[in-house]
């Protein structure tokens, strides 16, 4: 027996739930299948969780500056309880599954509790029942690779972070993206000794290279020794612990704990795309237009499952603008990739939108781009031993001197950046900035003063 339904959206993570709550208030009749906890990688081992950790960590920075701001606190490091906080994110990713299965109620949404797999374009099973849509979208999001190496298993991914019923005394990283660098510094911040191990000769290699020279900076801060040039090989448990061995012959540890945080894969294993008549690119990832709209007429993706931007509100947007424009009639709307603020939370955080240096000057020819940049220390640390730099950064390019790039580093940078990417999506250009009056003293201030 099937059943028809205007949108039968296929996982339950931030881009699926905002497409689907999106077409159902245009009075689509939709239905979504997820066999997980609602919100998918962000809310249950991804943003959210790392989020309350870092402002953990953040804190653990706090109360080390606080002495100096004259604050009686014991002597030496200030004990922190792993559980107490662990139950207390759990409890609150708990709150937010519930709120999002409310929402889908409450919105006439009929959840699914299982996996969806094509029998056909437009026919899905589900479990036992065989579901008819007018349109489909993919939304099944990613998750963590782990190597194929011999020992690789004795490693936890970012999924497993999430798990460690306690804070691991010694612990290595491997991985040079913006999750390895977020562990990793939340990690050493809470006292353990970690280790990250990077192929190549920095981290966040996609970042602007001044964000590159602050993220090292902030993970010897987090007290993360840094290992260059280190290519995994194997992990062996031995009676000291685990040990990583590399390429190049070393042989590092003992760890208590080893974290993979090299990438993710689509997760598109059992969804059927054959039977759909979709194709995996090159990386598995399902290929779509401008509109999220794949080979199959009527058959889309959004989210981290389309190998684009994997961000949450990238997600979230795309899907939003996915269902304005099936259901919600207005035609043309999708989502614009480019100028994408994204923020990587290290201690401080670093905050990037638009080109890189690098890449302002690879798209536009060096002469037409000019840098204004400038690096401090922020007056928080006037008082403190601790003297971590901010950085700040405007790409310009052209006569008029239009934004196309804002870096930022220092502490604040996730919420300063959100609203010089409205400029920067709006054509700013350096003199908007210079005409804009500053709030002193602050460290945004420093971007509409730069020269």
């Known amino acids: 027996m099937s059943e028809t339904w205007d949108l039968i959206t296929i996982g339950g993570g931030s881009g699926g739930l905002a497409a689907a709550q999106r077409a159902a208030e245009y009075g689509a009749r939709v239905v979504l299948l997820e066999p997980k906890p609602l919100?998918?990688?962000?809310?249950?081992?991804?943003?959210?969780?790392?989020?309350?950790?870092?402002?953990?960590?953040?804190?653990?920075?706090?109360?080390?500056?606080?002495?100096?701001?004259?604050?009686?606190?014991?002597?030496?490091?200030?004990?922190?309880?792993?559980?107490?906080?662990?139950?207390k994110r759990d409890a609150y990713v708990q709150r937010l599954n519930g709120i999002y299965d409310r929402n889908l109620f409450n919105k006439g949404i009929q959840v699914i509790r299982t996996a969806g797999r094509f029998t056909g374009p437009l026919t899905v099973a589900a479990g036992n029942q065989l579901l008819v849509g007018r349109h489909v979208l993919v939304a099944t999001g990613g998750y963590p690779t782990v190597p194929s190496l011999p020992g690789a298993e004795l490693g936890?991914?970012?999924?497993?972070?999430?798990?460690?019923?306690?804070?691991?005394?010694?612990?290595?990283?491997?991985?040079?993206?913006?999750?390895?660098?977020?562990?990793?510094?939340?990690?050493?911040?809470?006292?353990?000794?970690?280790?990250?191990f990077a192929r190549y000769e920095s981290v966040l290699r996609r970042f602007d290279a001044m964000l590159q020279a602050a993220a090292i900076e902030a993970l010897e801060g987090d007290g993360v020794a840094l290992r260059w040039r280190s290519v995994p090989a194997a992990v062996e448990r031995r009676a000291d612990g685990l040990h990583l061995l590399t390429r190049d012959g070393a042989d590092h540890g003992p760890f208590d704990c080893l974290v993979w945080a090299i990438g993710r894969a689509p997760a598109t294993q059992g969804l059927g795309l054959d039977a759909a008549g979709i194709a995996p690119d090159a990386e598995g990832f399902v290929p779509t237009d401008r509109f999220q709209e794949?080979?199959?007429?009527?058959?889309?993706?959004?989210?981290?499952?389309?190998?684009?931007?994997?961000?949450?509100?990238?997600?979230?947007?795309?899907?939003?603008?996915?269902?304005?424009?099936?259901?919600?009639?207005?035609?043309?709307?999708?989502?614009?990739?480019?100028?994408?603020?994204?923020?990587?939370?290290?201690?401080?955080?670093?905050?990037?939108?638009?080109?890189?240096e690098h890449d302002a000057r690879e798209r536009h020819g060096t002469a037409a781009v000019k840098v204004f940049a400038a690096e401090f220390v922020p007056m928080y640390h006037a008082v403190t031993t601790r003297k971590p730099k901010a950085r700040v950064k405007l790409v310009t390019v052209g006569p008029e001197q239009k934004v196309v790039g804002c870096h930022v580093a220092g502490p604040g940078a996730d919420e300063i950046l959100q609203g010089f990417a409205v400029a920067i999506h709006m054509g700013a250009t350096k003199r908007d900035?210079?005409?804009?009056?500053?709030?002193?003293?602050?460290?945004?201030?420093?971007?509409?003063?730069l020269r």
């Open 156 to 196: 936890i991914t970012s999924d497993g972070f999430f798990e460690l019923a306690e804070l691991p005394r010694r612990v290595a990283v491997v991985g040079s993206g913006y999750i390895a660098v977020e562990l990793a510094g939340v990690l050493g911040a809470l006292g353990a000794q970690a280790t990250l």
């Open 294 to 356: 794949t080979a199959v007429p009527n058959v889309f993706a959004v989210g981290d499952v389309t190998g684009r931007e994997a961000l949450t509100p990238v997600a979230i947007a795309a899907g939003r603008r996915l269902a304005d424009r099936v259901f919600g009639g207005m035609a043309g709307r999708h989502l614009d990739y480019s100028n994408i603020p994204s923020v990587v939370f290290t201690h401080p955080a670093l905050g990037s939108c638009g080109l890189s």
């Open 39 to 87: 919100g998918g990688t962000c809310v249950n081992v991804g943003c959210v969780p790392k989020k309350v950790m870092w402002n953990a960590a953040t804190l653990a920075h706090a109360l080390e500056d606080a002495r100096e701001y004259g604050f009686a606190l014991p002597a030496g490091p200030v004990a922190h309880d792993w559980a107490t906080l662990r139950a």
């Open 433 to 449: 900035l210079d005409d804009t009056v500053a709030i002193h003293p602050t460290l945004a201030e420093e971007l509409v003063t």
